[in-house]
């Protein structure tokens, strides 16, 4: 029984300068995840056995972000940029010691999905040793052309720069993703010259050489969209487009209702539950978890927060990592919440700061509420305990601890704790003056009288 385990070869050594960046090309985001973050999650999707990155030198924050969510897989340096079968040669060990097939991709194509690699794989048996993955290109010029026989079978794949007139006419394109099920890979790979327009070792020469071994090569198409390479930033804002459309389909399709799609922005990892409501302009940065029946109104940005079953959040709400939110919660316009667990049946509906904080169930926070967490060095904790009613423009200055059922009178400042079922207040005695508005009126129009 033949091996078929799979070991993915993903190259990033590119620099990318057309991105014009201080990072490496693939750690810009797609949907809050680096596109070589994407890849190795679509690696990974496909039950890839090993995996293997070539990234260049220089390279370390590339190399620690493949660790961290990847921590098997092998890094491999490319000295020098001297063309994709160069690259792939610099993961020698690792193909070396593989039984199996072996899958060639690129860092910097991110919206690729694992059912269209497992469709690639598909294609390979015993007599097919390569398969490429190509694509019908709206405009082929600078791809790799796919040059197949009357059959339809591969034959060879064309750089742009080397091909003649007839070839360039052919809009099949290469995406660059290819799969081999060869015992001499690694010997095809070493008989790859670098005699072409761009003096570089071509992977897609590998091709003609498998076939004059007597291996067979075969195509699998996919759609144009899902190979997109990004080499500019107006390129990366493309596959942002794309990725967002996509997922907004998905969220909608698992049962969510989206007002206006378009103007709702996801993150890669965001979770949102079955008949959640999301109006239009809402942002959802990394971590964020919306439970069933969650109303989101307009204009919202959410990070690292979770949102309770049957809660109801914005207008214009912000919840910033740490935000825990529990069931049937109201958090209205401008309150924001930061490191901090709120019970079930909170309410915290108008102009409010609670960061660092703990609120029992069913309080109620008034409007102008701050939790004031910060002494200028450290962070501090207010924890107020269930029914709490704390009255508007209130100022609890932490640490300090509300007691069950207490209630805060408004305007107040609360520096020390305040015990169960107690009422705090920090006011100045109200004065009253009887009969001064009127008396100062007549005074104003006298004088105005006297003046003429
Ligand atoms: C390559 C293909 C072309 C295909 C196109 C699809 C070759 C020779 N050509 O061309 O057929 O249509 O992709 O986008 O393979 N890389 C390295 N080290 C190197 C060179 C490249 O790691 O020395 C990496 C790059 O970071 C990039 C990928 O390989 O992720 C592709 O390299 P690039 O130079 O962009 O190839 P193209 O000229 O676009
Ligand atoms: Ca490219």
Not at 16 to 31: D, E, L, N, T, Y
Not at 162 to 167: S, V
Request: glycine share 10%.
């Amino acid at each position: 029984m033949p091996n078929h385990s799979i070991l993915i070869v993903v190259l990033a050594a590119g620099k990318g300068s057309r991105m014009k960046s201080a990072m490496p090309k693939v750690q810009h985001k797609i949907a809050g995840r680096s596109m070589l973050g994407h890849v190795l999650k679509t690696c990974q999707e496909l039950g890839a056995e090993s995996i293997a990155v070539v990234v260049g030198p220089d390279m370390e924050d590339v190399r620690a972000a493949v660790l961290q969510q990847v921590p098997d897989a092998r890094i491999c340096i490319q000295e020098r940029q001297d063309g994709t079968a160069d690259a792939v040669l610099a993961a020698r060990d690792a193909i070396a010691n593989h039984k199996g097939d072996v899958l060639v991709q690129y860092a910097d194509t991110p919206l690729l999905t694992s059912d269209t690699l497992k469709r690639l794989r598909a294609r390979l048996d015993d007599a097919t040793g390569v398969a490429v993955l190509g694509f019908d290109a709206s405009d082929p010029s600078g791809y790799g052309r796919l040059l197949t026989d009357a059959d339809g079978r591969l034959q060879a794949i064309r750089e742009d720069k080397d091909a003649r007139d007839d070839e360039r006419r052919v809009t099949l394109c290469n995406s660059g993703v290819m799969a081999f099920r060869l015992d001499n890979l690694l010997g095809v790979l070493g008989r790859i010259s670098n005699a072409n327009a761009k003096s570089e070792f071509y992977l897609t020469d590998a091709i003609e050489i498998a076939r004059s071994d007597g291996a067979r090569a075969g195509v699998v198409v996919c759609a144009e969209e899902e190979v997109m390479g990004i080499n500019s930033r107006d390129q990366l804002a493309v596959a942002e487009a794309l990725y967002q459309k996509r997922t907004r389909l998905a969220v909608m399709l698992e049962g969510a209702t989206l007002i206006a799609p378009e103007t709702v922005w996801f993150s890669y990892d965001t979770k949102i539950g079955r008949d959640v409501v999301i109006q239009p302009n809402v942002f959802f940065g990394p971590g964020v978890t919306v439970e069933d029946n969650v109303e989101i109104l307009a204009n919202c940005h959410f990070e690292q927060s979770r949102i309770g079953a049957g809660s109801r959040v914005g207008p214009f709400a912000r919840l910033r990592p740490g935000a825990d939110i529990g069931t049937n919660v109201h958090i209205g316009n401008f309150v924001e919440v930061k490191n901090s667990v709120l019970g079930d049946g909170v309410k915290a509906n108008h102009l409010s700061y609670l960061g660092d904080g703990q609120v029992g169930a069913g309080s109620n926070i008034g409007a102008g509420t701050i939790f004031c967490n910060y002494d200028g060095f450290q962070k501090h904790r207010t924890v107020l305990g269930p029914g709490v009613f704390v009255g508007s423009n209130s100022a609890l200055v932490a640490p300090v601890k509300i007691g069950k059922g207490a209630y805060i009178g408004a305007g107040s400042v609360i520096t020390k704790d305040v015990s169960a079922d107690a009422l705090a207040l920090e006011r100045a005695t109200q004065e009253e003056r009887p009969g001064w508005a009127a008396k100062f009126r007549a005074l104003i129009m006298r004088r105005k009288a006297k003046a003429g």
